[in-house]
């Protein structure tokens, strides 16, 4: 094998895959990526065997090959280098680089042990703009932990209805709901393990659109060069819909800038483990968000609503999930709906249906 | 050869060629779903294993296959198919947010529960309770310290802290401190480690209301009895009240300094015994109400029945009770709540049964002592203390009668009995390598 291309492209490739070749002691050969040289250009794969990722980086084939190595280790590397051009070469099992007057040897192992990235060729299709995509992933990936207790409420829900699709997301103590528009697709309903969308973020982050397809067990990215393949969870998503009220008592309309910031400063009194920090709401009055901690002291803040409607409510939250729902949303002003002290709560942004985050409250 | 056995016995000729760590990568989780007319149908738990299988196991797994079953197989295809789980019939599964809820404690780490009011009064408390009661009409004066003592689970920790609840409510400026004997300890060394022993000395020695939890733990801790003789010293002196609990009576404490027994009771000392079988019911519809829950009165009399030492465990019975209930959603029967309590009722009279025979022999041998010694008539030291701990041993786990105790170690009259029971009764309190014997010993006799 050897190859010859500018240390900008390889850098991308490489950024792409390396992440998900993670430690796996039953097979060593999963802690490497594969390089293989193609007329297309160099191939890079890494798999963890349930999220594979392939990518090619343009440059000169000049005789064909594979070879896996650390990509880490490749990456670390060629990221201390200058931009210039960079030479691959496989000789006697090893990977010789050259960039200019700096010569690396890395130590591989042959390709021929590497798993076979699966591929997909029929199913499902549809396009959404990543941009659009990423945000509500970045969301909706705030809101789910990983639970091997629940599998299928430790993944992301991707349903379509009506060529358009909500993404879910959940922990059971707050839920996120975001709508994205796509074009094709047709009415489906699976989730998605949340290191896939993870991996999905990172790699689709400053792209024009992100292609899908999936079929019965498997879903597939592509984005530019990259493609993501993946399995996908088993099993139901629970009713999500059944646990947002349809209703509530109180409306309130605030600036979403100051509200953070008093949470922030709530965020300073609360007591440690719990947490909490409370909001009072009085009918026509202002909104305070206030904390206590007997050992540090207190705080409160008084916030003038935009606007505000209801019989007013005391209600306690945990002050990293109310932030988590306050930081996703886009808008300015944000909407707060409440009925009372134990009942969940809505966060949503203003004038928008695209999006909205429910959180339970601490009951006292 | 079924399906099954076909693929066992071609995993077992794959194991050979392959290495174990490609092995258990690739095969964990596979089996064959059908096998007509010479194809096999090899189904695998994900995408990556069937790329893998098909492009370089395939001739492995085709040729062992033919091995085994005498080359009836011509063809094998792969499909991907979660073995473990029944796609027939998806679980619905609901999806509840919870609350969290969280239980506080107030500023001087009371909890909030264990008030006056909750508190149940039957004969095993009454003095306990009333000592407490006049604790708080006359803090510092009446009864300084008071000295709480009684068994696991019976409401110690319950009633320390309604005296500290209620001395707050009548004297909201009061300092109180409430901690358990371990925090004391705890504070005592990192105050030592981080040179603030100062600090720690005038924080517990400027409070109006000290409340020590578990102070036995304060046994073998030189250091902290110290500090904690002269704590103790510093709020008498000035009449603040110190209020302490313990699993025991100070006497009983073990490497406790006597300066401290004697200070320990020279105050008032009350115990709590376990509950009697209406204080209990008492107890049960007191929680059952506190936990907005309705019970038969058959089940309550029940539960009071089977648990009787440890009202902890009565709540415990209690809560998963409840639990059952919202699980299951249906109220539970008495034969459903027999079952579900069996581990926690039966694990009393599963305990070995004993015999005085069994007492005898563990006796003879903890000792190194022929048995026909222990019963014989020698009047020997080496002889006489084991003699007197198996007739204390008996008359406390077997309740046998004086003289069936006598009978049993050679004759001897019921009088030699009874004053082998008092002597070690005694001894106990006062000698700690008796008392440490017969915790050994009563170990041995229920373990095996």
Same mark, same amino acid.
């Given at each position: 094998?050897?190859?010859?291309?500018?240390?900008?492209?390889?850098?991308?490739?490489?950024?792409?895959?390396?992440?998900?070749?993670?430690?796996?002691? *039953?097979?060593?050969?999963?802690?490497?990526?594969?390089?293989?040289?193609?007329?297309?250009? /160099?191939?890079?794969?890494?798999?963890?065997?349930?999220?594979?990722?392939?990518?090619?980086?343009?440059?000169?084939?000049?005789?064909?090959?594979?070879?896996?190595?650390?990509?880490?280790?490749?990456?670390?590397?060629?990221?201390?280098?200058?931009?210039?051009?960079?030479?691959?070469?496989?000789?006697?099992?090893?990977?010789?680089?050259?960039?200019?007057?700096?010569?690396?040897?890395?130590?591989?192992?042959?390709?021929?042990?590497?798993?076979?990235?699966?591929?997909?060729?029929?199913?499902?299709?549809?396009?959404?703009?990543?941009?659009?995509?990423?945000?509500?992933?970045?969301?909706?990936?705030?809101?789910?932990?990983?639970?091997?207790?629940?599998?299928?409420?430790?993944?992301?829900?991707?349903?379509?209805?009506?060529?358009?699709?909500?993404?879910?997301?959940?922990?059971?103590?707050?839920?996120?709901?975001?709508?994205?528009?796509?074009?094709?697709?047709?009415?489906?309903?699976?989730?998605?393990?949340?290191?896939?969308?993870?991996?999905?973020?990172?790699?689709?982050?400053?792209?024009?659109?992100?292609?899908?397809?999936?079929?019965?067990?498997?879903?597939?990215?592509?984005?530019?060069?990259?493609?993501?393949?993946?399995?996908?969870?088993?099993?139901?998503?629970?009713?999500?819909?059944?646990?947002?009220?349809?209703?509530?008592?109180?409306?309130?309309?605030?600036?979403?800038?100051?509200?953070?910031?008093?949470?922030?400063?709530?965020?300073?009194?609360?007591?440690?483990?719990?947490?909490?920090?409370?909001?009072?709401?009085?009918?026509?009055?202002?909104?305070?968000?206030?904390?206590?901690?007997?050992?540090?002291?207190?705080?409160?803040?008084?916030?003038?609503?935009?606007?505000?409607?209801?019989?007013?409510?005391?209600?306690?939250?945990?002050?990293?999930?109310?932030?988590?729902?306050?930081?996703?949303?886009?808008?300015?002003?944000?909407?707060?709906?409440?009925?009372?002290?134990?009942?969940?709560?809505?966060?949503?942004?203003?004038?928008?249906?695209?999006?909205?985050?429910?959180?339970?409250?601490?009951?006292? | 050869?079924?399906?099954?056995?076909?693929?066992?016995?071609?995993?077992?000729?794959?194991?050979?060629?392959?290495?174990?760590?490609?092995?258990?990568?690739?095969?964990?989780?596979?089996?064959?779903?059908?096998?007509?007319?010479?194809?096999?149908?090899?189904?695998?738990?994900?995408?990556?294993?069937?790329?893998?299988?098909?492009?370089?196991?395939?001739?492995?797994?085709?040729?062992?296959?033919?091995?085994?079953?005498?080359?009836?197989?011509?063809?094998?295809?792969?499909?991907?198919?979660?073995?473990?789980?029944?796609?027939?019939?998806?679980?619905?599964?609901? /999806?509840?947010?919870?609350?969290?809820?969280?239980?506080?404690?107030?500023?001087?780490?009371?909890?909030?529960?264990?008030?006056?009011?909750?508190?149940?009064?039957?004969?095993?408390?009454?003095? *306990?309770?009333? *000592?407490?009661?006049?604790?708080?009409?006359?803090?510092?004066?009446?009864?300084?310290?008071?000295?709480?003592?009684?068994?696991?689970?019976?409401?110690?920790?319950?009633?320390?802290?309604?005296?500290?609840?209620?001395?707050?409510?009548?004297?909201?400026?009061?300092?109180?401190?409430?901690?358990?004997?371990?925090?004391?300890?705890?504070?005592?060394?990192?105050?030592?480690?981080?040179?603030?022993?100062?600090?720690?000395?005038?924080?517990?020695?400027?409070?109006?209301?000290?409340?020590?939890?578990?102070?036995?733990?304060? *046994?073998?801790?030189?250091?902290?009895?110290?500090?904690?003789?002269?704590?103790?010293?510093?709020?008498?002196?000035?009449?603040?009240?110190?209020?302490?609990?313990?699993?025991?009576?100070?006497?009983?404490?073990?490497? /406790?300094?006597?300066?401290?027994?004697?200070?320990?009771?020279?105050?008032?000392?009350?115990?709590?015994?376990?509950?009697?079988?209406?204080?209990?019911?008492?107890?049960?519809?007191?929680?059952?109400?506190?936990?907005?829950?309705?019970?038969?009165?058959?089940?309550?009399?029940?539960?009071?029945?089977?648990?009787?030492?440890?009202?902890?465990?009565?709540?415990?019975?209690?809560?998963?009770?409840?639990?059952?209930?919202?699980?299951?959603?249906?109220?539970?029967?008495?034969?459903?709540?027999?079952?579900?309590?069996?581990?926690?009722?039966?694990?009393?009279?599963?305990?070995?049964?004993?015999?005085?025979?069994?007492?005898?022999?563990?006796?003879?041998?903890?000792?190194?002592i022929n048995v026909s010694d222990l019963t014989g008539i020698s009047r020997k030291k080496h002889l006489v203390i084991p003699r007197q701990i198996c007739m204390y041993l008996m008359r406390e786990e077997l309740k046998s009668s004086f003289p069936s105790i006598g009978e049993e170690l050679g004759g001897r009259d019921h009088t030699t009995a009874i004053h082998a029971c008092t002597r070690i009764g005694n001894l106990i309190n006062s000698d700690?390598?008796?008392?440490?014997?017969?915790?050994?010993?009563?170990?041995?006799?229920?373990?095996?």
């Amino acid at each position: 094998m050897k190859f010859l291309c500018t240390q900008d492209n390889l850098l991308v490739g490489l950024g792409a895959v390396v992440h998900i070749a993670s430690r796996n002691t *039953a097979l060593p050969i999963l802690n490497n990526i594969l390089l293989k040289t193609t007329k297309a250009g /160099l191939e890079l794969a890494a798999t963890n065997l349930e999220v594979g990722i392939t990518t090619t980086v343009r440059g000169k084939t000049e005789k064909e090959g594979a070879i896996t190595i650390q990509g880490k280790l490749l990456l670390d590397w060629v990221n201390l280098t200058p931009v210039e051009k960079i030479e691959l070469e496989v000789l006697d099992g090893n990977l010789l680089i050259t960039a200019g007057k700096r010569h690396a040897t890395i130590r591989g192992i042959p390709s021929d042990e590497f798993p076979v990235i699966p591929e997909i060729s029929s199913g499902i299709k549809f396009v959404s703009r990543s941009d659009e995509l990423i945000s509500a992933l970045t969301c909706i990936s705030l809101s789910v932990k990983t639970d091997e207790g629940r599998p299928e409420i430790s993944g992301v829900l991707w349903q379509i209805k009506n060529n358009q699709l909500f993404l879910v997301g959940t922990d059971s103590y707050r839920l996120t709901e975001a709508r994205v528009t796509i074009e094709g697709g047709q009415d489906i309903q699976i989730i998605t393990p949340l290191k896939t969308v993870q991996e999905l973020i990172r790699v689709a982050s400053g792209s024009q659109d992100v292609q899908v397809l999936v079929n019965d067990n498997q879903i597939l990215f592509t984005i530019d060069d990259t493609k993501i393949i993946s399995r996908l969870v088993s099993g139901q998503y629970p009713d999500y819909q059944q646990i947002v009220p349809s209703q509530f008592i109180n409306k309130l309309i605030i600036e979403k800038d100051e509200l953070v910031q008093a949470v922030r400063a709530a965020s300073l009194f609360v007591r440690a483990g719990i947490n909490d920090i409370k909001l009072n709401y009085s009918p026509g009055g202002v909104v305070i968000i206030s904390s206590a901690n007997t050992q540090i002291g207190e705080n409160f803040t008084e916030i003038v609503p935009v606007k505000s409607e209801g019989e007013g409510v005391e209600i306690v939250f945990n002050y990293r999930y109310f932030l988590d729902g306050l930081q996703s949303i886009v808008t300015s002003r944000v909407v707060l709906e409440l009925n009372n002290s134990n009942s969940p709560a809505m966060i949503k942004p203003l004038e928008r249906a695209d999006f909205y985050y429910i959180i339970m409250p601490i009951r006292q | 050869m079924n399906n099954l056995e076909l693929w066992r016995s071609v995993l077992g000729e794959l194991e050979l060629l392959i290495s174990k760590a490609n092995f258990t990568t690739w095969f964990k989780n596979t089996n064959i779903v059908s096998f007509v007319d010479n194809q096999v149908v090899v189904a695998v738990p994900n995408a990556f294993t069937k790329a893998w299988l098909e492009n370089k196991y395939h001739n492995y797994i085709l040729k062992a296959l033919q091995n085994v079953s005498g080359n009836t197989v011509r063809s094998v295809v792969y499909q991907v198919e979660l073995i473990n789980s029944n796609p027939s019939t998806p679980t619905k599964t609901s /999806l509840n947010l919870p609350t969290e809820a969280v239980v506080s404690t107030n500023v001087f780490g009371l909890n909030p529960r264990y008030t006056f009011d909750s508190f149940i009064v039957g004969k095993n408390n009454e003095l *306990a309770r009333a *000592a407490a009661l006049a604790v708080v009409q006359k803090p510092g004066q009446t009864y300084n310290p008071l000295f709480i003592y009684g068994g696991v689970g019976l409401g110690k920790t319950h009633l320390m802290q309604a005296v500290g609840h209620e001395i707050i409510k009548n004297n909201p400026g009061k300092r109180i401190i409430y901690a358990p004997c371990e925090k004391f300890t705890t504070e005592f060394i990192q105050a030592i480690g981080s040179g603030k022993i100062e600090r720690f000395k005038s924080t517990y020695r400027s409070v109006d209301v000290l409340l020590i939890d578990d102070i036995q733990f304060l *046994a073998g801790k030189e250091g902290t009895q110290e500090e904690f003789f002269h704590t103790f010293n510093a709020l008498h002196q000035n009449n603040k009240q110190i209020i302490l609990t313990s699993d025991r009576p100070p006497k009983a404490i073990q490497t /406790l300094e006597n300066r401290l027994i004697s200070r320990f009771e020279w105050g008032m000392i009350a115990d709590i015994a376990s509950p009697d079988l209406e204080t209990r019911i008492a107890i049960l519809e007191q929680k059952c109400q506190e936990k907005n829950y309705k019970l038969d009165r058959e089940i309550v009399t029940f539960l009071a029945n089977s648990i009787q030492n440890n009202i902890r465990e009565l709540e415990g019975a209690l809560n998963r009770i409840i639990a059952y209930h919202q699980l299951n959603n249906r109220i539970p029967t008495i034969d459903n709540i027999k079952e579900l309590l069996d581990n926690i009722i039966s694990k009393k009279s599963t305990l070995p049964a004993i015999s005085p025979k069994k007492i005898i022999n563990l006796i003879a041998s903890y000792y190194e002592i022929n048995v026909s010694d222990l019963t014989g008539i020698s009047r020997k030291k080496h002889l006489v203390i084991p003699r007197q701990i198996c007739m204390y041993l008996m008359r406390e786990e077997l309740k046998s009668s004086f003289p069936s105790i006598g009978e049993e170690l050679g004759g001897r009259d019921h009088t030699t009995a009874i004053h082998a029971c008092t002597r070690i009764g005694n001894l106990i309190n006062s000698d700690t390598k008796t008392q440490q014997d017969i915790n050994n010993l009563r170990q041995q006799l229920y373990q095996n």
